[in-house]
């Protein structure tokens, strides 16, 4: 007897546990029938795994936070047995704004700070010159890349909220929105960045472990009270998802896997590009640049998989710092409780990888301690609500 299951997912590199695992069998080896439906917009997926139209979904690990806290919709509380990814973002902007950057940086144009710096040098110009704020888009307000740009920003002495525009943009319509200078830089996850790149309409500026070394993505999500009342089906599903990146993180595989999610149901990009995205070997500029980080997609090495509650705690903890919410060691509780590794380690047993490094190592600020969240925030000169 089969499980069947209806699982959403958006078109990034990050759903390929989701998609090796149907496409190679492994989720029907572990008696799961899933249909896989490819969506859109984030707020699509979240609706319909709210409501029930969807068993699981491939998520933005800040969206499962927040509809368990009930930000900026109904409170639908959600778990998360299975991180999807780590990093694999990119800060990408368009040809005019790398060159304006460059021009400004002091010291190594892969630093971010430098970066950042240049960045308010820049803003600064274009502000005594009269000239209309930059435009930056990110993929959802409760989003990784939304936190990665202001944090990166902030750093320089940029504003966020005064000193340019965030809009928010479906991950397939960066490259189009970029291209037709509705905006001049973008945050989002691979393939899109390396897209704009090889339509020489945008540079890779910064890979979002520039930023933070080891940041929670995408999760898989789970209504809590499905997962109660389901819990064989999540087990298998993890087991399942499991098996997929141990697949994924063998290097011989990477080919048929490219091609698996090359399938215009899929991700419907280049399978060269989706395989550049896995090897974390990127064209970061038109004229041919690259640049390797084998730390620029985890999707299953150095215990990806495993959700860690302190990757939750700094997610929340960004929410509090650009007002999204406020502090409490309630909702801080509530917002671990998201991320499942118990869940995880049930469903694997032996298997199960538990000695993780939690620290996030983010290029600039203290080492983050959720047990301190007041002071961690109180130490930057960027924030829309004290703590």
């Given at each position: 007897?089969?499980?069947?299951?209806?699982?959403?997912?958006?078109?990034?590199?990050?759903?390929?546990?989701?998609?090796?695992?149907?496409?190679?069998?492994?989720?029907?080896?572990?008696?799961?029938?899933?249909?896989?439906?490819?969506?859109?917009?984030?707020?699509?997926?979240?609706?319909?795994?709210?409501?029930?139209?969807?068993?699981?979904?491939?998520?933005?690990?800040?969206?499962?936070?927040?509809?368990?806290?009930?930000?900026?919709?109904?409170?639908?509380?959600?778990?998360?047995?299975?991180?999807?990814?780590?990093?694999?973002?990119?800060?990408?902007?368009?040809?005019?704004?790398?060159?304006?950057?460059?021009?400004?940086?002091?010291?190594?144009?892969?630093?971010?700070?430098?970066?950042?710096?240049?960045?308010?040098?820049?803003?600064a110009k274009r502000r005594k010159a009269g000239a209309e704020s930059?435009?930056?888009?990110?993929?959802?307000?409760?989003?990784t890349h939304n936190y990665q740009l202001r944090f990166w920003m902030?750093?320089?002495?940029?504003?966020?909220?005064?000193?340019?525009?965030?809009?928010?943009?479906?991950?397939?319509?960066?490259?189009?929105?970029?291209?037709?200078?509705?905006?001049?830089?973008?945050?989002?996850?691979?393939?899109?960045?390396?897209?704009?790149?090889?339509?020489?309409?945008?540079?890779?500026?910064?890979?979002?472990?520039?930023?933070?070394?080891?940041?929670?993505?995408?999760?898989?999500?789970?209504?809590?009270?499905?997962?109660?009342?389901?819990?064989?089906?999540?087990?298998?599903?993890?087991?399942?998802?499991?098996?997929?990146?141990?697949?994924?993180?063998?290097?011989?595989?990477?080919?048929?896997?490219?091609?698996?999610?090359?399938?215009?149901?899929?991700?419907?990009?280049?399978?060269?590009?989706?395989?550049?995205?896995?090897?974390?070997?990127?064209?970061?500029?038109?004229?041919?640049?690259?640049?390797?980080?084998?730390?620029?997609?985890?999707?299953?090495?150095?215990?990806?998989?495993?959700?860690?509650?302190?990757?939750?705690?700094?997610?929340?903890?960004?929410?509090?710092?650009?007002?999204?919410?406020?502090?409490?060691?309630?909702?801080?509780?509530?917002?671990?409780?998201?991320?499942?590794?118990?869940?995880?380690?049930?469903?694997?047993?032996?298997?199960?990888?538990?000695?993780?490094?939690?620290?996030?190592?983010?290029?600039?600020?203290?080492?983050?301690?959720?047990?301190?969240?007041?002071?961690?925030?109180?130490?930057?000169?960027?924030?829309?609500?004290?703590?």
């Amino acid at each position: 007897m089969t499980t069947p299951l209806h699982i959403g997912f958006i078109p990034l590199v990050d759903a390929a546990a989701l998609i090796v695992a149907v496409d190679r069998g492994f989720a029907a080896a572990e008696g799961l029938e899933i249909t896989l439906v490819r969506e859109v917009s984030w707020s699509n997926v979240r609706d319909k795994l709210n409501i029930g139209l969807f068993d699981a979904a491939h998520l933005l690990a800040p969206v499962a936070i927040a509809s368990t806290l009930g930000l900026g919709h109904v409170r639908v509380p959600i778990v998360v047995p299975f991180n999807l990814g780590i990093n694999g973002n990119a800060i990408t902007v368009s040809a005019a704004l790398h060159e304006a950057i460059m021009a400004e940086v002091e010291g190594d144009r892969f630093d971010p700070m430098a970066t950042a710096l240049a960045l308010a040098r820049v803003v600064a110009k274009r502000r005594k010159a009269g000239a209309e704020s930059l435009t930056f888009a990110m993929t959802f307000p409760f989003s990784t890349h939304n936190y990665q740009l202001r944090f990166w920003m902030a750093a320089g002495g940029v504003d966020p909220d005064e000193d340019v525009r965030l809009v928010v943009l479906p991950p397939p319509y960066m490259v189009e929105s970029l291209k037709s200078g509705h905006v001049d830089g973008f945050c989002v996850g691979a393939p899109w960045n390396s897209i704009a790149v090889d339509q020489a309409v945008g540079h890779i500026l910064h890979f979002a472990s520039d930023i933070l070394a080891r940041g929670a993505e995408k999760g898989l999500a789970i209504r809590q009270s499905w997962s109660e009342k389901n819990p064989v089906a999540v087990a298998a599903l993890v087991r399942a998802a499991q098996r997929a990146v141990d697949f994924i993180e063998q290097a011989s595989n990477r080919a048929e896997v490219a091609r698996l999610m090359a399938q215009p149901d899929r991700i419907g990009v280049d399978a060269e590009v989706i395989q550049r995205t896995l090897d974390g070997r990127l064209k970061i500029s038109p004229d041919g640049t690259t640049r390797e980080s084998s730390r620029y997609l985890l999707v299953g090495k150095e215990g990806a998989a495993r959700p860690d509650p302190v990757q939750a705690a700094w997610l929340y903890a960004q929410m509090v710092r650009w007002e999204q919410t406020s502090l409490s060691p309630e909702a801080l509780a509530t917002a671990m409780a998201v991320f499942r590794p118990d869940l995880y380690d049930g469903a694997l047993g032996a298997e199960a990888v538990k000695a993780i490094d939690s620290a996030l190592g983010a290029f600039t600020g203290p080492t983050f301690d959720p047990a301190d969240i007041g002071g961690y925030l109180a130490s930057f000169g960027i924030l829309r609500r004290q703590p």
